[in-house]
């Protein structure tokens, strides 16, 4: 069983960064590949980006690749997400997911791959 706890959202202004964290619990080989995804009321929940956990494979999204970056501590069990340059457009929950196969070409994007999620976090970007 794997636990999965975000943290570190809140509202910025346009232009600004933020930080996420997502503190994992529990059976390693069950979180191979770890991703941010996102999701706005009405819509469907949208990869962010991923990252293959022990490599440096990563993975993004088209509308924020080269403004975020993901990460993961080893040695801390935890996955993170920095945000810069956020847009009005970056509002959404943000939700940390893991899951025992390795990250690999578009799949990391498809949110029924992942088998653990957490809570979420929100964010709001302000104009």
């Known amino acids: ?8 959202g ?10 996420l964290s997502c503190a994992a619990y529990g059976a390693p080989y069950m979180r191979l590949c770890m991703a941010w995804f996102r999701q706005v009321p009405g819509k469907e929940r949208e990869g962010v980006a991923a990252i293959n956990v022990g490599h440096s494979g990563t993975y993004y999204g088209d509308s924020v ?9 080893n040695a801390k069990d935890t996955l993170y997400l920095e945000m810069n340059s956020l847009k009005p457009e970056d509002t959404a929950m943000y939700y940390c997911a893991a899951t025992s ?19 979420g976090t929100q964010v709001t970007v302000s104009s």
């Open 65 to 73: 690749n080269g403004r975020f970056t993901i990460s993961h501590d």
């Open 10 to 19: 809140g509202s910025v202004q346009a232009g600004g960064s933020l930080r």
């Open 101 to 119: 196969p390795n990250c690999a070409g578009d799949k990391w994007t498809d949110a029924h791959a992942y088998d653990s999620w957490g809570q």
């Open 1 to 8: 069983q794997v636990e999965l706890v975000e943290s570190g």
